[in-house]
Protein backbone atom coordinates (compact mmCIF):
# COMPACT_ATOMS: atom_id res chain seq x y z
CA UNK A 1 0.00 0.00 0.00
CA UNK A 2 1.43 3.46 -0.58
CA UNK A 3 -0.15 5.96 1.29
CA UNK A 4 -0.17 9.83 -0.12
CA UNK A 5 -0.73 12.36 2.46
CA UNK A 6 -1.04 16.30 2.24
CA UNK A 7 -3.05 19.49 3.09
CA UNK A 8 -5.86 20.86 1.41
CA UNK A 9 -5.93 21.99 -2.68
CA UNK A 10 -1.43 20.63 -2.52
CA UNK A 11 -2.73 18.30 -5.88
CA UNK A 12 -2.68 15.14 -4.30
CA UNK A 13 -5.13 13.23 -6.63
CA UNK A 14 -3.32 14.75 -9.41
CA UNK A 15 -0.08 13.72 -8.52
CA UNK A 16 -1.00 10.36 -7.65
CA UNK A 17 -3.12 10.09 -11.52
CA UNK A 18 0.63 11.58 -13.27
CA UNK A 19 2.81 9.47 -11.02
CA UNK A 20 0.39 6.17 -11.01
CA UNK A 21 -1.63 6.17 -14.15
CA UNK A 22 -4.58 5.93 -12.49
CA UNK A 23 -7.23 7.55 -14.39
CA UNK A 24 -11.23 8.12 -12.88
CA UNK A 25 -12.63 5.31 -13.30
CA UNK A 26 -9.70 3.76 -10.45
CA UNK A 27 -10.76 6.50 -7.49
CA UNK A 28 -12.85 5.60 -5.12
CA UNK A 29 -13.95 9.30 -3.04
CA UNK A 30 -14.85 8.33 0.65
CA UNK A 31 -18.17 9.73 1.07
CA UNK A 32 -19.36 9.09 4.25
CA UNK A 33 -19.01 5.84 5.88
CA UNK A 34 -18.10 4.34 2.73
CA UNK A 35 -15.13 2.45 1.12
CA UNK A 36 -15.04 0.75 -2.62
CA UNK A 37 -11.34 -1.46 -1.87
CA UNK A 38 -11.99 -2.59 -5.09
CA UNK A 39 -10.61 0.74 -6.75
CA UNK A 40 -7.12 0.79 -7.27
CA UNK A 41 -7.14 4.35 -5.20
CA UNK A 42 -8.75 5.75 -2.17
CA UNK A 43 -9.27 9.14 -1.96
CA UNK A 44 -10.78 11.09 0.93
CA UNK A 45 -10.41 8.79 3.62
CA UNK A 46 -10.17 11.45 6.43
CA UNK A 47 -14.20 12.11 5.23
CA UNK A 48 -14.79 8.21 6.09
CA UNK A 49 -12.74 8.90 9.24
CA UNK A 50 -15.46 11.37 10.16
CA UNK A 51 -18.36 9.14 9.60
CA UNK A 52 -16.82 5.99 10.91
CA UNK A 53 -16.89 6.11 14.99
CA UNK A 54 -13.67 3.69 14.84
CA UNK A 55 -11.84 3.98 11.59
CA UNK A 56 -8.88 2.35 12.56
CA UNK A 57 -10.63 -0.49 13.43
CA UNK A 58 -12.18 -0.64 10.27
CA UNK A 59 -8.92 -0.20 8.08
CA UNK A 60 -7.18 -3.06 10.66
CA UNK A 61 -10.43 -5.70 10.20
CA UNK A 62 -10.14 -5.06 6.04
CA UNK A 63 -6.66 -5.22 5.64
CA UNK A 64 -6.48 -7.76 2.91
CA UNK A 65 -8.31 -5.41 1.07
CA UNK A 66 -6.46 -2.62 0.93
CA UNK A 67 -3.01 -3.76 0.36
CA UNK A 68 -2.54 -3.19 -3.27
CA UNK A 69 -4.33 0.50 -3.58
CA UNK A 70 -3.23 3.92 -3.17
CA UNK A 71 -4.50 5.61 -0.18
CA UNK A 72 -4.99 9.17 -0.25
CA UNK A 73 -5.69 11.40 3.21
CA UNK A 74 -6.06 15.14 3.75
CA UNK A 75 -3.70 16.61 6.52
CA UNK A 76 -6.30 17.62 8.95
CA UNK A 77 -3.99 16.71 11.84
CA UNK A 78 -1.83 19.82 11.97
CA UNK A 79 -2.27 23.26 13.09
CA UNK A 80 -4.88 25.17 14.86
CA UNK A 81 -7.41 23.24 17.15
CA UNK A 82 -10.68 23.43 16.12
CA UNK A 83 -12.68 25.12 18.80
CA UNK A 84 -15.80 22.06 18.31
CA UNK A 85 -15.86 18.49 20.43
CA UNK A 86 -17.07 17.30 16.89
CA UNK A 87 -14.14 18.41 14.71
CA UNK A 88 -11.90 17.99 17.43
CA UNK A 89 -12.75 14.03 17.26
CA UNK A 90 -12.56 14.26 13.53
CA UNK A 91 -9.22 15.10 14.06
CA UNK A 92 -7.65 12.74 16.43
CA UNK A 93 -9.53 9.49 14.81
CA UNK A 94 -7.60 11.25 11.28
CA UNK A 95 -4.80 11.59 12.95
CA UNK A 96 -4.44 8.17 14.63
CA UNK A 97 -5.98 6.20 11.03
CA UNK A 98 -2.68 8.17 9.38
CA UNK A 99 -0.22 6.77 12.03
CA UNK A 100 -1.85 3.39 11.40
CA UNK A 101 -1.57 3.49 7.63
CA UNK A 102 1.84 5.21 7.40
CA UNK A 103 2.88 1.91 9.99
CA UNK A 104 1.33 -0.42 7.34
CA UNK A 105 2.58 1.48 4.08
CA UNK A 106 5.28 0.18 1.95
CA UNK A 107 5.83 3.94 1.00
CA UNK A 108 4.55 7.14 2.48
CA UNK A 109 4.66 10.65 0.77
CA UNK A 110 4.01 13.88 1.75
CA UNK A 111 2.56 16.12 -1.04
CA UNK A 112 3.10 20.03 -1.14
CA UNK A 113 2.41 22.74 -4.02
CA UNK A 114 2.32 19.37 -6.22
CA UNK A 115 5.57 17.91 -5.29
CA UNK A 116 5.93 14.53 -3.57
CA UNK A 117 7.99 14.78 -0.49
CA UNK A 118 8.97 11.16 0.46
CA UNK A 119 9.09 10.02 3.95
CA UNK A 120 8.68 6.42 4.04
Avoid at 79 to 86: F, L
Wanted: with cysteine; glycine share 6%; aromatic share 12%.
Amino acid sequence: MILIIGGAYQGKLDYVKSAFQICDEDVCTCTRGEIDFSRRCIYCIEEFAYHHPDPVSFFQAHREEWQDCILILRDIFCGVVPMGAENRAWRQKTGRLARYLSREAAQVSRIFCGLEQRLK
